[in-house]
C-alpha cells in the first residue's frame, strides 16, 4: 500500500480511505458517541494510523493532542488529512472544528471557501487576542453543555447522547502555532490563555470537547501548565528537533529527532510511553482530494435539501489580513431576507465591521439621545466609504421608507470605484435620499435646519427619523470654524444645532473625516459625535480622539469603535469592505420590493 521512491514513500489519501473502511457509499456513517477515529496515514506493515479520542475520563483515557513538526517535515499535509478525512467519515451533527492558524497561513482558507459544514469557527492571524476570544467562546460552550448535561441528569458526553437521543457533535479544537498564545509581552493574556486551556483540558473530555494543539517547535509550551500537559495524552511527532522530542515523548524516545522524510510521523497516545509508540507515514491528502471534499459537500447538501438533524451555519470565518464582508454579516442578512418592514424600534443599530473576537458585529447604536452621532476618522477613503455604506444599509433595512429618510453631502473623489455611489442609492432605495455636492451644503443644511425646527417646536421626535452622512467633512470648507478672529459661518452654527439638537429628536449625523488635524476648526461639532471610529494614526491624535492610544497600535484592515460615553465599548474590528456592485444592487432592490 505504499507507493516508495529513492527519497520518500507516498501514501495516497484515497488508499488510506479505502484501507479505513471509507468508500464513498460510507461517507458520512460514523457515529461519534464512543469516540473519535480518524485515519491519519500507514504504518509500516500497511496498517491504518489513526487519531482515536475514546470516551473514557479516567487515566487511560486519550481525548487530547499534542503534535509538534519542524518546517517542511509534513505538519500542514498532516492537518489536511485529518480535517478532510474526519469531515468525509463523520457528518456535521457528530463532528464540529474550531479550526485556528495563528501562523496566518492560508492552509484552513479552503474550507472556508467551501463552506465547510462542520467548521464553527475558521481562523487565519497571528494576533493572539482573536486566538483567545475562540478559546472564551468555546469554554463558553463547555458551560452550556454542562448545565444541559446537568438538566438531563447525566455525567458525560456518551450518556447525554444514549439518553436524550439528541445530536450533539464532539468539538474537535485545532490550533496550529499555539504558542502565539502565549506572548511574552503580555503576561495577563499569556495567564488568560493557559487557564482557559487548562479549563477546556480538564473539563472538555466530559462533554465531547477536544484540543489538537501544534508548532513546529514546542519549546514555549512550558507556558501551558502541567495540568494541561498531563491531559494532552496523545503526542504525534513529525521530525523535529532533540529537544522537541525530548519535551513532547521523553527523554528516552528521541526518534522523531532522526526522521528526516517529509510526513515521517509517531503516534504515541502515552504521553510519550516507548511501548506505545507506532510510525507511520501520513497520506498525502492534496488539492485533488479536498475538491473531492467539496464536491462531496455540495451533492450531499443538494440530497439532503436541509433536513440534516442540526440546520447548519456558515462558519464564523477570520482573515486577520482582509477586511470584512458585508454580505456576510448575519444580522443584516437577516434583515435583507425579510419580506416586510420591521416594526420600528428606538434603538437603531448600524454595523460597521467583524469584532477582533468571537462576537457579533460591532455596530454603532442610534438612541434619540444627546451625542449619538457617529463620526469616522481614517486616512483611507474606500474604508470610511465601506463602513459608512454598511451604517445606511442597515438603517434602511430596519426603518421603512415612513420611519427613515437621508440626506447625503457627497465629498468623496471623482474618478473612484465608489464615486456615484450615494447617486445609485438614492435611484434605488424606497426611501427618501437627498444627495448633494459641496455647492449645495446652504441648501441642504437649510432643509435639515427647517426640519429640526419642527421638531422643537413639536418637543417630540417625529415617526420619520433623519439620517445626515457627511462623505468628506474635511472637504466641507464651509463648515471649518475659521478661527477666533471671526465669527462662525452660518453653516457651521447649523450644522453645531443639528449635532447638539438633533439626536434626542430622531436627527443624526454621521461624518467621515480624513484626519485628527483636519477636525481641529470642527473642534465644537466634533465633541457632538460621541460615537467615534479611529483608523491608523499617530498615538497623540488617537489619545485626543479616543482617549486612549490604542488606534496607533492598529494593524492594516482594522479600526476601533468607541462611544466615548460609555468606555468599556471600546473594541477593535476589521471594517467592512464596500461590496460589489452586483451585491449592493440586489441589497437595494431587495428593501425596494418591500414598498
Known amino acids: 500500500p505504499l507507493a516508495q521512491g529513492a527519497e520518500q514513500v507516498e501514501v495516497p489519501f484515497s488508499k488510506l480511505l479505502e484501507l479505513d473502511g471509507l468508500p464513498p457509499s460510507k461517507r458520512w456513517s460514523r457515529s461519534a ?68 492558524d495563528l501562523r496566518a497561513g492560508v492552509e484552513f482558507i479552503t474550507y472556508a471557501e467551501m463552506s465547510l459544514p462542520h467548521a464553527r469557527v475558521i481562523a487565519v492571524d497571528d494576533d493572539p487576542d482573536y486566538g483567545l476570544s475562540v478559546i472564551e467562546g468555546l469554554a463558553g460552550e463547555l458551560a ?51 487557564t482557559l486551556l487548562e479549563h477546556l483540558a480538564r473539563q472538555g473530555r466530559g462533554v465531547g470537547i477536544h484540543l489538537l494543539l501544534c508548532s513546529q517547535t514546542i519549546g514555549r509550551s512550558d507556558a501551558l501548565t502541567s495540568t494541561t500537559m498531563d491531559q494532552m495524552r496523545i503526542r504525534i511527532a513529525l521530525g523535529c528537533s532533540d529537544a522537541d522530542a525530548r519535551r513532547l515523548l521523553g527523554d528516552d524516545n528521541l526518534g522523531p529527532a532522526r526522521y528526516t522524510r517529509k510526513g515521517q510521523a509517531l503516534y504515541n497516545p502515552a504521553q510519550g510511553l516507548k511501548e506505545h509508540n507506532r510510525e507511520f507515514q501520513v497520506a498525502l491528502c492534496g488539492a485533488s482530494d479536498r475538491t473531492e471534499l467539496r464536491t462531496f459537500i455540495l451533492d450531499r447538501a443538494t440530497k439532503d435539501k436541509g433536513a440534516r438533524p442540526i440546520p447548519r451555519r456558515a462558519p464564523q470565518v477570520f482573515v486577520g489580513s482582509e477586511p470584512a464582508s458585508l454580505p456576510a454579516c448575519e ?19 448600524g454595523w460597521l465591521g467583524e469584532p477582533v473576537a468571537m462576537k457579533p458585529p460591532i455596530a454603532a447604536s442610534f438612541l434619540p439621545e444627546a451625542g449619538r452621532n457617529l463620526l469616522v476618522v481614517t486616512r483611507e477613503e474606500e474604508q470610511a466609504m465601506g463602513v459608512l455604506f454598511a451604517a445606511l444599509l442597515s438603517i434602511a433595512a430596519q426603518r421603512g421608507p415612513e420611519h427613515a429618510a437621508f440626506v447625503v453631502l457627497d465629498l ?78 452660518e453653516e457651521s452654527r447649523q450644522m453645531l444645532e443639528i449635532l447638539k439638537r438633533g439626536p434626542e429628536l430622531g436627527m443624526h449625523v454621521l461624518a467621515w473625516c480624513d484626519s485628527v488635524r483636519n477636525l481641529g476648526s470642527v473642534r465644537d461639532a466634533a465633541e457632538e459625535m460621541r460615537l467615534r471610529v479611529a483608523g491608523p494614526m499617530e498615538e497623540g491624535d488617537s489619545s485626543r480622539l479616543i482617549d486612549s492610544p490604542a488606534a496607533s497600535r492598529l494593524k492594516a484592515n482594522r479600526m476601533v469603535y468607541v462611544d466615548r460615553d ?19 444592487a440586489a441589497s437595494l432592490g431587495r428593501l425596494k420590493s418591500r414598498a
Do not use: C
Not at 566 to 584: E, N, S
Open 33 to 100: 458517541v464512543d469516540g473519535l477515529r480518524i485515519p491519519l496515514g500507514l504504518d509500516g506493515a500497511g496498517r491504518v494510523v489513526s487519531l482515536a479520542v475514546d470516551n473514557e475520563v479516567g487515566a487511560i483515557g486519550a481525548q487530547h493532542a499534542l503534535l509538534a513538526g519542524a518546517t517542511s517535515m509534513g505538519k500542514s499535509t498532516l492537518l489536511h488529512t485529518l480535517v478532510t478525512a474526519g469531515t468525509l467519515a463523520y457528518p456535521p451533527e457528530e463532528l464540529e472544528l474550531y479550526l485556528v
Open 144 to 194: 452550556d453543555r454542562g448545565k444541559r448535561f446537568r438538566e438531563a441528569g447525566v455525567a458525560n458526553y456518551r450518556d447525554y447522547r444514549e439518553k436524550t437521543r439528541t445530536p450533539l457533535p464532539r468539538v474537535l479544537l485545532i490550533v496550529d502555532e499555539f504558542q502565539v498564545l502565549f506572548p511574552s509581552s503580555d503576561a495577563a493574556l499569556t495567564t488568560r490563555a493557559a
Open 331 to 349: 444580522p443584516l442578512g437577516a434583515l435583507l431576507a425579510e419580506g416586510s418592514w420591521p416594526v420600528p424600534r428606538d434603538e437603531v443599530k
Open 412 to 489: 468623496s473623489r471623482a474618478g473612484t470605484a465608489w464615486a456615484g455611489l450615494a447617486e445609485r442609492v438614492k435611484a434605488a432605495l424606497p426611501h427618501s435620499v437627498e444627495v448633494g455636492a459641496s455647492r449645495h451644503l446652504p441648501h441642504l443644511l437649510k432643509t435639515l435646519a427647517a426640519l429640526l425646527e419642527k421638531r422643537v417646536a413639536a418637543d417630540r421626535a417625529l415617526p420619520l427619523h433623519v439620517y445626515w452622512l457627511v462623505l468628506g467633512l474635511h472637504r466641507a470648507r464651509a463648515l471649518h470654524d475659521p478661527g477666533h478672529l471671526a465669527d462662525p459661518s
Open 566 to 584: 460609555d468606555p468599556d465599548t471600546m473594541l477593535q474590528f476589521r471594517p467592512y469592505a464596500l461590496p460589489d456592485a452586483d451585491w449592493i
